[in-house]
């Protein structure tokens, strides 16, 4: 009985993840409100094409986080002004262990893998902590960049390979300063009609849970972006 309860638990926590999106408006764009109503006040807008990343429903709105680039911004959006990246054509995996997961489709292969991450053969920069708060040091960068994966604890693994061969085309998709990694968590899925893959994944130590969607047209990388999990 525990043990049921226990996938449940996991179960629940992880469809009620967030997920990206793409603004789709026969306007050509989509307000971004305040509040989730049509009366409520418009704080921006967003043209067709931006990618976002959407908690669950409420209502026909959706808790809409964008412009990733500079910093989050958030609103509400009508969840009909949203194609889902999980709406375009699946590809499924082929195989799937602790360590290696492997999509395939046609032409479309992702080969991606985790492994132990080893603090000696990097730089760890922390932060010094308050101590008159009782606050202990904690991991700030590695190797420079900011940590995605974990709450300032040094990182158990990070990924060993995200390669995507696409048809004649091999790529080496950008994985740095990414870690704990949740292969099991990772999704393939291609737009035929622009020719655009989208991959994503949802990855945590448990504390630092973050999403990130890698996205390549035409067999070339465009685009990697980051957002915090919830």
């Given at each position: 009985?525990?043990?049921?309860?226990?996938?449940?638990?996991?179960?629940?926590?992880?469809?009620?993840?967030?997920?990206?999106?793409?603004?789709?408006?026969?306007?050509?764009?989509?307000?971004?409100?305040?509040?989730?109503?049509?009366?409520?006040?418009?704080?921006?807008?967003?043209?067709?094409?931006?990618?976002?990343?959407?908690?669950?429903?409420?209502?026909?709105?959706?808790?809409?986080?964008?412009?990733?680039?500079?910093?989050?911004?958030?609103g509400y959006v009508h969840n009909s002004r949203i194609k889902?990246?999980?709406?375009?054509?699946?590809?499924?995996?082929?195989?799937?262990?602790?360590?290696?997961?492997?999509?395939?489709?046609?032409?479309?292969?992702?080969?991606?893998?985790?492994?132990?991450?080893?603090?000696?053969?990097?730089?760890?920069?922390?932060?010094?902590?308050?101590?008159?708060?009782?606050?202990?040091?904690?991991?700030?960068?590695?190797?420079?960049?900011?940590?995605?994966?974990?709450?300032?604890?040094?990182?158990?693994?990070?990924?060993?390979?995200?390669?995507?061969?696409?048809?004649?085309?091999?790529?080496?998709?950008?994985?740095?300063?990414?870690?704990?990694?949740?292969?099991?968590?990772?999704?393939?899925?291609?737009?035929?009609?622009?020719?655009?893959?989208?991959?994503?994944?949802?990855?945590?130590?448990?504390?630092?849970?973050?999403?990130?969607?890698?996205?390549?047209?035409?067999?070339?990388?465009?685009?990697?972006?980051?957002?915090?999990?919830?």
């Amino acid at each position: 009985m525990r043990k049921f309860l226990f996938f449940l638990i996991c179960f629940y926590s992880q469809t009620t993840f967030g997920q990206f999106g793409i603004i789709s408006d026969k306007d050509g764009f989509v307000n971004v409100r305040e509040s989730p109503n049509v009366n409520s006040k418009i704080i921006d807008n967003l043209t067709n094409g931006q990618i976002v990343y959407c908690l669950e429903a409420e209502g026909e709105w959706r808790p809409t986080d964008y412009d990733f680039i500079r910093h989050e911004k958030s609103g509400y959006v009508h969840n009909s002004r949203i194609k889902f990246i999980e709406e375009f054509d699946n590809v499924p995996y082929s195989r799937i262990t602790d360590s290696t997961v492997i999509f395939k489709k046609d032409s479309i292969k992702l080969f991606a893998t985790k492994t132990k991450f080893n603090p000696k053969n990097n730089k760890l920069q922390y932060r010094k902590g308050d101590a008159s708060n009782n606050e202990m040091n904690y991991l700030e960068r590695i190797n420079g960049k900011e940590i995605w994966g974990t709450d300032g604890y040094i990182p158990k693994k990070k990924y060993g390979q995200f390669t995507l061969i696409y048809g004649k085309e091999k790529m080496n998709l950008p994985i740095d300063n990414l870690f704990e990694p949740n292969l099991d968590y990772t999704k393939v899925n291609i737009d035929t009609k622009s020719k655009t893959i989208y991959i994503s994944a949802s990855n945590s130590d448990g504390a630092g849970s973050y999403e990130v969607l890698w996205i390549i047209v035409n067999g070339k990388f465009k685009q990697r972006i980051l957002t915090f999990g919830f």
